[in-house]
């Protein structure tokens, strides 16, 4: 059992749920999203990212816009949808009880 | 000196060092290959190209305008081999593995393909990305399609183009579009590629075979699969050109034929066909209607086969997209089209169907022995459309003028010289053929001794062209004699004579009615006559030698 395997594992159950919170205080384009990620560590590599929003866009948690952009190409912008924000609601719940269950078993 | 190439990813234009390019193009193909069965995968590479841009523009100062090959490296750490993150992702689970199956698979989708290229673009972008294909300026390409416009067919051969060769959205498309230049170099090393990959299958199947066996018979599959190879690519290449060029031609020929305002065709074998199709039609057809299904008949039967040769032509040389459906229901619509032509050939027969004919007799009252029998020579009246040797057909404002008139020559039963006109037509019925018939102009005059038959006759242009003809039949009395002008030429037609002259010889000469048929009396030499016949025709010249 790799320790690398275990963390990676870890970092993956998050960082839906991660995504979706900082969505939930306005829209964002994925550069913004990356930095706050690599701030907390969740991600290495850039690329991570793409296909994970592709996934939660197509399955109706996200919708974007594009904006132009004064520096490079347009930007898509993302914001949660209704379904979303009840996805978010619900996985609050769970991480919830995760840090309760995590803080009771390792007293 | 480095050399730069111009790229453009997500709209935005960048140099690049050719080294840098290489890295990014492999790269990008490695992404791709990792998402080829993801169909969210266009969508991610086009974020992620996005964000590469994003950063090469941050790469971008004043002093440094190319993308080198460090920022490349640098980007690609950014940004994250596939193989670190698909990893992190469970619904990418069946990507491929990295090993050297898969790396070859993706040097091989990277080599040359053909695209449209929107971003240098003057219509539809089919100028610059042919540009791109053959490593030339797109201004080339333009200039030759602005010349094939006026020349005729560079608009349709652009429609073409357009139709088939698909637009560059990515950038891997657009790098694919550039690849890398035809030269000399990469034809050989296609060629090396591919012998090497049929080395490689025969290791693999013929592993039990002696090692030197497996030598030589590689060597000569090498050599063989090279030459296979290069040959069936140039002949495609060849066989596509041609195609393409043949069918652009054609097409334009059948539709300038049939919608075209000039000329329609010229075929100078025999005859000249000068007309628009419009014209040519309207003396066939009777309603607008039959002449209208007839155009896109003859369109679509011809038409199609020829798309489908353009088509086929794109394909061998570029490998553009094919839409399945389309090839059956292009098969279907060429069905309605020879319906469509077979259903005005039924109208067509059932218009032709019965027979007339209606026949003018006269009786020359004049004594003369002698006749000088002669045709007019002047050119059909209006405007010739089809000039042939025996049949010309030409046209006025309101008829139409023939030249099939035959002149036979008979024995008279009676003392003086008959002239009988047999004017004959098609039509849907007899009523219809008679009509036909009766509406033929003829004309033929008898001055003194002199006969002269005009040598076209003429009829209304609303009676169409319906099988009509008119023959003249010439009796003439024993004892009579004729000279036979070379003007008749055209119309003289089976004179039967006791000679068996052919037609073209009787002319020139004097010929008499005898009882046993039409003597020469001025022929310097005779043959095949009885000494009987030989005694009639003494009484008019006795001076006449036989050979003995």
Not at chain 2, 124 to 144: D, H, K
Not at chain 2, 228 to 233: A, R
Not at chain 2, 509 to 520: N, P, R, Y
């Amino acid at each position: 059992m790799k320790i690398e395997n275990t963390k990676a594992q870890m970092r993956k159950g998050v960082l839906e749920y991660c995504i979706l919170s900082i969505l939930k205080n306005g829209e964002a384009y994925p550069s913004e999203i990356i930095e706050k990620l690599k701030t907390g560590k969740l991600i290495v590599v850039e690329g991570t990212l793409y296909p994970l929003l592709t996934r939660l866009k197509n399955a109706g948690l996200l919708s974007y816009r594009w904006e132009e952009s004064k520096s490079g190409p347009p930007r898509k912008y993302y914001q949660l949808t209704k379904i979303g924000s009840e996805f978010l609601k619900e996985l609050e719940t769970t991480w919830n009880d995760l840090v309760k269950a995590v803080s009771i078993t390792s007293k | 000196m480095n050399q730069t190439v111009t790229i453009n990813i997500s709209g935005i234009v960048f140099h690049i060092d050719v080294d840098a390019y290489e890295a990014l193009k492999k790269y990008l193909n490695k992404i791709k290959s990792y998402f080829k069965n993801s169909e969210e995968s266009e969508e991610i590479m086009m974020d992620i190209e996005a964000r590469i841009a994003e950063l090469f523009s941050e790469k971008i100062t004043s002093e440094n305008q190319v993308i080198q090959a460090k920022d490349v490296a640098e980007v690609i750490v950014i940004m994250g081999k596939p193989e670190q993150y698909v990893d992190e992702d469970e619904a990418q689970d069946e990507h491929p593995k990295e090993d050297d199956s898969s790396s070859k698979k993706s040097s091989s989708s990277s080599s040359k393909k053909i695209f449209r290229d929107p971003d240098d673009r003057m219509i539809g972008g089919v100028s610059s990305g042919l540009a791109a294909y053959f490593g030339v300026q797109s201004l080339w390409l333009r200039l030759f399609f602005v010349v094939a416009f006026f020349v005729g067919f560079g608009f349709l051969l652009y429609i073409v183009l357009w139709m088939v060769m698909p637009e560059a959205k990515t950038a891997s498309d657009k790098l694919k579009m550039r690849g890398e230049a035809v030269n000399i170099d990469n034809i050989g090393k296609t060629f090396k590629d591919e012998a090497d990959k049929m080395s490689e299958n025969f290791r693999k199947n013929g592993k039990h075979y002696g090692r030197k066996a497996e030598a030589t018979i590689e060597s000569l599959f090498n050599f063989l699969g090279q030459l296979l190879t290069g040959l069936f690519k140039v002949l495609g290449k060849v066989f596509g050109v041609v195609f393409l060029l043949v069918g652009t031609f054609l097409l334009v020929g059948l539709l300038g034929m049939l919608i075209g305002s000039e000329t329609i065709f010229s075929i100078t074998t025999d005859g000249v066909f000068s007309i628009t199709s419009q014209e040519f039609f309207n003396l066939i057809f009777i309603s607008e209607d039959q002449f209208h299904i007839a155009i896109i008949g003859v369109a679509i039967a011809i038409g199609l086969p020829i798309i489908m040769l353009i088509y086929a032509g794109a394909n061998l040389l570029f490998k553009v997209k094919t839409y399945a459906g389309v090839s059956i229901g292009l098969f279907v619509l060429w069905v309605i089209g020879v319906f469509m032509c077979a259903m005005i050939g039924i109208r067509m027969g059932a218009e032709l169907s019965e027979y007339e004919m209606v026949t003018i007799e006269e009786v020359v009252t004049n004594d003369a022995n002698d006749f000088y029998i002669s045709a007019s020579q002047s050119e059909n009246p209006g405007e010739g459309i089809l000039e042939g040797k025996y049949s010309s057909i030409s046209l006025d404002k309101d008829s139409i003028y023939m030249n099939d008139v035959r002149l036979s020559i008979y024995k008279s039963k009676t003392d003086s010289m008959e002239i009988k006109l047999v004017k004959d037509a098609n039509g849907k019925s007899r009523k219809d053929a008679a009509n036909h018939a009766k509406m033929i102009r003829f004309n033929y005059s008898v001055l003194d001794s002199t006969i002269t038959f005009s040598n076209y006759f003429s009829f209304p242009k609303e009676n169409k062209i319906r099988g009509q003809e008119v023959e003249v039949n010439l009796y003439l009395p024993v004892g009579k004699s004729i000279y036979l002008d070379q003007s008749l030429k055209h119309i003289i037609h089976n004179v039967a004579n006791v000679t068996d002259t052919w037609d073209p010889h009787m002319l020139g000469k004097k010929w008499v009615m005898l009882e046993e048929g039409l003597s020469c009396l001025d022929c310097d030499e005779i043959e095949g006559v009885t000494t009987l016949q030989l005694d009639s025709i003494r009484k008019y010249v006795p001076e006449i030698r036989t050979e003995k």
